[in-house]
């Protein structure tokens, strides 16, 4: 658990420690305010129609900061079930995913869904993850995104080396997620 001591209890950052790299290394993540809007615009819609909704945010990696570029809503299955929602992200939509960020030199650095009423990381989503890096974010917004974007909202996890989604407390996420005007 060390190498994630350091971003959720506000200590030293992981530039201090050698053997952080890629994007476990990443200590910012700056999302610009319109792709915030595009996020919770797609979550918003399934939402209206009692659906989750998905989308996964890329970038570039550059040092500790990854600056996100791109909002891709993959292709993608609602399921409403009496036991709940999900969505479900077929292999073809995957491939073509990555086919772009090969094409485009991005890489994911988060996915984003909605939950229809509390953010909390289930069994599912800890399952099925379509952001598979260590050091990967997974965000859940609440409410269907009936609200506008805002990180100190969502529950915020990210996956350590050894494969586990740890919660980021609501202050080291505001920490390590900015949004930024006009990027």
Known sequence: MKLFNWLWRGEPDAASDANVTGLAAVTRVLVPQALAETTQAHLRKAGNSGNEG???????????TFRVRTVTSPEQNPIRTSSGVCVVIEGP??????????????R????????????????????????TAPGSLSL????????????ADCAVFR????????E?????????????VGD
């Open 159 to 166: 996956l350590t080396a050894q494969g586990r989604w740890v």
């Open 168 to 180: 980021v407390g609501s202050a080291a996420a505001r920490r390590l997620i900015t949004l930024v």
């Open 93 to 106: 939509a995957l491939h073509r995913l990555n086919v772009w960020l090969h094409k485009n030199g991005e």
């Open 108 to 131: 994911l650095i988060a996915q984003v869904h909605s939950h229809p009423t509390g953010a909390f990381h289930s069994s599912m989503d800890d399952e099925y993850a379509v952001v």
């Open 140 to 151: 859940v917004v609440p409410d269907f995104a009936a609200r506008p974007f805002a990180v």
């Open 54 to 64: 998905l989308v996964v945010w890329s970038g570039v990696q550059e040092g500790n």
